[in-house]
């Protein structure tokens, strides 16, 4: 099946600081990409929706000055946690896919983003 | 709001026992069901899809669909240990493009 890489798997970092997170698909060109987080033991809730050159959709809740989302090429979507807290610490999956349905969607491997 | 409700478990079943998964789902307007195994730490991996009233058989896999009582399910044959994960159930509605994700059960099988 096609792949997307997600970039870092880890990263720790201190309250007040930035995080980048990268998501691409290598073998595909995916016009949309999903961000999601989840805490432990809880499901996968969708943030937002990104979409090449247009700006992201987010869903209810979610802030969109707090997490920035860029989809500046067919291939690449970042999620940026701004001014991290300890409470943003969460495990975060970034999905895309190749046509339309779901059956296509692919998942990136995650980011485990802990803050101090 | 739209839901997608889950047992959190965990089940446990013996090796070589049939697992059964289920899952319930609030909106009369989904379109298509899905199910993902995901391992601790690792995102989530599709094992089936599935559109239409009835079963649909890949492997030891069935999922069973019935919209009409608004539930899926997923059974799992000859449970292996390697099948100890969580189960997530998600749902894609009609005319939007989300996937809502059920909080997952966890399976445990024990040799």
């Known amino acids: 099946g096609a792949v997307v890489s997600q970039h870092p798997s880890w990263v720790i970092c201190k309250s007040g600081t930035s995080v980048k997170i990268e998501c691409r698909s290598l073998?595909?060109?995916?016009?949309?990409m999903f961000w999601y987080r989840q805490f432990p033991k809880q499901s996968l809730m969708l943030m937002a929706t990104?979409?090449?050159?247009?700006?992201?959709?987010?869903e209810q809740g979610v802030e969109k000055d707090k997490f920035l989302i860029n989809h500046a090429s067919l291939t690449l979507s970042t999620l940026t946690v701004t001014s991290a807290h300890p409470e943003d610490s969460s495990f975060y999956i970034c999905?895309?896919?190749?046509?339309?349905?779901?059956?296509?969607?692919?998942f990136g491997s995650g980011t485990q983003l802990s803050v101090l | 709001q739209k839901e997608v409700e889950q047992n959190s478990g965990p089940l446990s079943v013996p090796e070589g026992a049939i697992a059964s998964l289920n899952c319930t789902y609030s909106?009369?307007?989904?379109?298509?069901f899905f199910w993902y195994r995901q391992y601790s730490g690792k995102s989530p991996e599709l094992i089936m899809f599935?559109?239409?009233?009835g079963d649909k058989e890949d492997g030891r896999f069935t999922a069973q669909l019935n919209k009409a009582s608004q539930y899926v399910s997923l059974l799992i044959r000859d449970s292996q240990p390697s099948d100890s994960a969580t189960y997530l159930c998600?749902?894609?509605?009609?005319?939007?493009?989300?996937?809502?994700f059920g909080t997952g059960t966890r399976l445990q099988v024990f040799p």
């Open positions: 999905s895309a896919r190749d046509s339309v349905g779901y059956e296509k969607l692919f």
């Open positions: 998600a749902v894609n509605y009609y005319n939007t493009d989300k996937l809502i």
């Open positions: 073998d595909f060109q995916a016009t949309t």
């Open positions: 599935i559109y239409s009233n």
């Open positions: 909106d009369r307007g989904s379109q298509s």
């Open positions: 990104s979409n090449e050159g247009s700006k992201a959709t987010y």
